[in-house]
């Protein structure tokens, strides 16, 4: 089992930065793959960004340029740095772990409550 708590959602303006923090807890050290996720009133899920094990990152194109994830393995925690923030970034932000390799949500078994972010105009 692993367990993870997200922090660091909060009510910004547009231009601004936020840091989303993500501890995990539990058997850690199966994790294959981390992401970040998030999703709008009336959306889909979608993916941010992710992590493979050896350090690899993908990120959607809506937020490439802005958002950086990264992750400290002596702290046991995932981050996203978010950068010049715009009000469609409003979302509730999910942390996502798998124990294997990853294609869609569905293959992450495991997912934190989430984190609100609001971004105003």
């Known amino acids: 089992q692993v367990q993870l708590m997200e922090s660091g959602g909060g009510l910004v303006q547009a231009g601004e930065s936020l840091r989303l923090s993500c501890v995990a807890s539990g058997n850690i050290d199966s994790i294959y793959a981390m992401a970040w996720y998030r999703q709008a009133p009336g959306k889909q899920r979608t993916m941010v960004a992710r992590?493979?094990?050896?350090?690899?990152?993908n990120y959607a194109d809506s937020v490439k340029g802005r958002f950086t994830i990264s992750r400290d393995n002596a702290k046991n925690t995932l981050y996203l740095q978010m950068n010049s923030l715009k009000p469609e970034d409003t979302a509730v932000y999910y942390c996502?772990?798998?124990?294997?390799?990853?294609?869609?949500?569905?293959?992450?078994?495991?997912w934190g409550q989430g984190t609100q972010v609001t971004v105003s105009s």
């Open positions: 996502a772990a798998s124990l294997g390799s990853v294609s869609s949500p569905h293959d992450y078994q495991y």
């Open positions: 992590i493979i094990s050896r350090g690899s990152t």
